[in-house]
């Protein structure tokens, strides 16, 4: 029986709302992040962050969303944007090469 590699999980947090012209965003947002099961314990996750186009204001983002290992969503508005933007957020783990499986949310 060969193993595989196991999809990476996390909770995602709420949608986020911020005023027009707010200073930088930076808050906890992605929780219970796990690689898998205890034999992937080893592994680490990271996070792709992408946002669907297009966003309601041209050049939405001054500082494009990011989430760091440990969950913290950070992103900066450009002067003056309203409206909205869809982010997906996939966690990859750096399992085996072939067998990686990444958990989209």
Same mark, same amino acid.
């Given at each position: 029986?060969?193993?595989?590699?196991?999809?990476?999980?996390?909770?995602?947090?709420?949608?986020? !709302?911020?005023?027009?012209? *707010?200073?930088?965003?930076?808050?906890?947002? *992605?929780?219970?992040?796990?690689?898998?099961?205890?034999?992937?314990?080893?592994?680490? !996750?990271?996070?792709?962050?992408?946002?669907?186009?297009?966003?309601?204001?041209?050049?939405?983002? *001054?500082?494009?969303?990011?989430?760091?290992?440990?969950?913290?969503?950070?992103?900066?508005?450009?002067?003056? *944007?309203?409206?909205?933007?869809?982010?997906?957020?996939?966690?990859?783990?750096?399992?085996?090469?072939?067998?990686?499986?990444?958990? !989209?949310?």
């Amino acid at each position: 029986v060969i193993e595989v590699n196991d999809a990476p999980t996390f909770t995602p947090g709420p949608d986020v !709302v911020v005023l027009e012209d *707010a200073a930088a965003y930076s808050q906890a947002w *992605a929780t219970n992040v796990s690689p898998g099961p205890a034999n992937e314990s080893t592994q680490t !996750v990271r996070f792709e962050v992408q946002v669907t186009p297009p966003a309601t204001f041209p050049n939405f983002f *001054a500082v494009a969303p990011a989430i760091a290992p440990d969950g913290t969503l950070s992103f900066t508005l450009s002067q003056d *944007a309203n409206g909205s933007a869809i982010v997906e957020v996939v966690a990859i783990d750096n399992g085996p090469v072939g067998g990686a499986v990444n958990h !989209v949310n």
